[in-house]
């Protein structure tokens, strides 16, 4: 099935066999659901049970206010994982939104049932540990975001964002995952300003870019 292609290419069920596949979904009650672009998948202030696997689009992270203000903490893709800390403790709630960036599909499940159950079965070390490796990866993306937003000049929050996407890529040359509206969200910029210092930038002979796709071009020792 499609499915299971695509399940498998996600960490956390690395390493499994098709069987233990099927038992991890078993037991840990999974099922599916497909979300409209912009559309919620879970809300602030929401007592959650399930964690999410996005099998098809993405979805973004966000903090929003009552005043309106959005702040995109990261972007979740395909094969990634989000709300597992929640899941795993179901007296918080959550204090972000999850948002559906494109159309996508959700696999659910629901990893309080990891503790139920017999400890020998294999499925249940190895999601555990995919699950740990999978939470540690997404916090070194998530405090690599206050590296960003810690430089006082738009360009220099523009600069480490790309920078750091260049060496996740090992390239200079590469495509990033944001619009320019949730770029600007992500690094607390004013969208305005921030595409004024992209021109700037090109122009200077900085960078060059054209929708989401950015070139760098000059090294840059300050910000």
Known sequence: MDKYRIIDK?????????????????????????????????????????????????????????????????????????AETYALLPDEIMLVDVRANESCRILFLSIKNIFKGSSTESWRAKFLKNLLMASSRKNLHLSGRSFHTSPKSCRGRILSYLNSVSLRERSTEFDIPFSRQQLADYLNLERTNMSKELSKMQNEGIIEYHLNHFKLKKHVTKY
């Open 10 to 82: 996600c960490p956390v069920f690395g390493g499994m066999t098709d069987r233990e596949i099927e038992k991890c979904l078993s037991g840990l009650g999974s099922h599916e659901k497909t979300f409209r672009k912009n559309s919620y998948i879970m809300h602030s202030g929401d007592v959650i049970e399930c964690m999410g696997i996005v099998m098809s689009g993405s979805v973004t992270i966000e903090s929003n206010d009552m005043w309106g203000n959005r702040t995109i903490l990261s972007m979740v893709g395909i094969g990634q994982v989000f």
